[in-house]
């Protein structure tokens, strides 16, 4: 489940991306990402655009991406950290990275998962050949090597499938304080999250039972909304929608 959150805000790209939303769908089937790929009439306004899809990925998958770098042998290739921000230095500073993603018909997930796979082979043969101070080592053997012991993959999608639940949990939040409804997310953060019993919430709110349950569902409904729009944003085809959140819920069990 999402970790709980205090409060009726929200800031940062997540916000940006909820708020603008509405003019990215349904007109166009580019996803919001998509549309900040080299797009832009003008020098400045694509590297802006650019910088937004950068930072769109850096946001989302910095963590899955550390997960999936400990969990496999990459991991014993330098520290984690270094590993993933020399990943989006190298390859993010490159706009054709992005463009090629966008164009592959892959999910984002699948191609970073890939890209820094690649990335981290680069990273053995190089130390190898410092190493040895030759090619001693043939760089397919290497690569055989990585892709057998590569273990980071369940544990990545795992932690993928965490934040997008979370951010999605984030935007309902800050919907329906918008709307000023906050109350109702507070029952679903304390029933749903926290697990407290819907007898225990009503007596303490003064509510029934049944608007309590009432309250979850409605949130339920409006996490799923934006899961959905989640999902879109990386490039997950309308058709696809109801089997990618299926395979999201599988995933965080």
């Given amino acids: ?13 997540g916000s940006e991306i909820a708020m603008t939303r509405g003019n990215a769908f349904p007109t166009t089937q580019l996803t919001w990402l998509q549309t900040h790929v080299g797009t832009g009439e003008t ?4 590297a802006e655009s650019a910088n937004k899809a950068r930072q769109f990925v850096m946001e ?6 550390a997960v999936f770098v400990r969990g496999s042998s990459l991991g014993r290739v330098s520290e984690t950290s270094e ?43 190089d130390n190898a050949r410092s ?14 090597r990585v892709a057998l012991n590569s273990f980071g993959e369940i544990d990545f999608e795992k932690a993928w499938a965490l934040t997008v639940v979370r951010e999605a949990t984030a935007r309902a939040e800050e919907q329906l304080c918008r709307e000023g409804r906050g109350d109702e997310y507070e029952i679903f953060r304390r029933h749903a999250i926290e ?17 309590c349950a009432s309250a979850t569902r409605l949130v339920a409904q409006r996490v799923r909304a934006h899961l959905a729009t989640l999902l879109r944003e990386e490039g997950v085809a309308e058709a696809e929608i109801e089997d990618e959140i299926r395979s999201v819920r599988e995933l965080i069990g």
């Fill in 195 to 211: 697990g407290q019993p819907y007898a225990m919430l009503a007596a303490e709110l003064k509510k029934s039972a049944q608007q």
């Fill in 83 to 125: 590993i993933v921000n020399g990943f989006f230095a190298a390859r993010l500073s490159d706009g054709a990275f992005l463009e090629a993603w966008s164009s592959s018909g892959m999910r984002l997930r699948r191609w970073l998962m890939n890209g820094i796979l690649f990335y981290g082979q680069g990273l053995i043969r």
């Fill in 60 to 65: 989302r998958y910095a963590e899955p991406l």
């Fill in 131 to 144: 190493a040895t101070r030759s090619t001693s080592v043939d760089p397919r053997e290497l690569d055989r």
């Fill in 43 to 46: 020098a400045a306004a694509r």
């Fill in 1 to 13: 489940m999402p970790a709980a959150r205090e409060g009726c805000s929200q800031s940062g790209l």
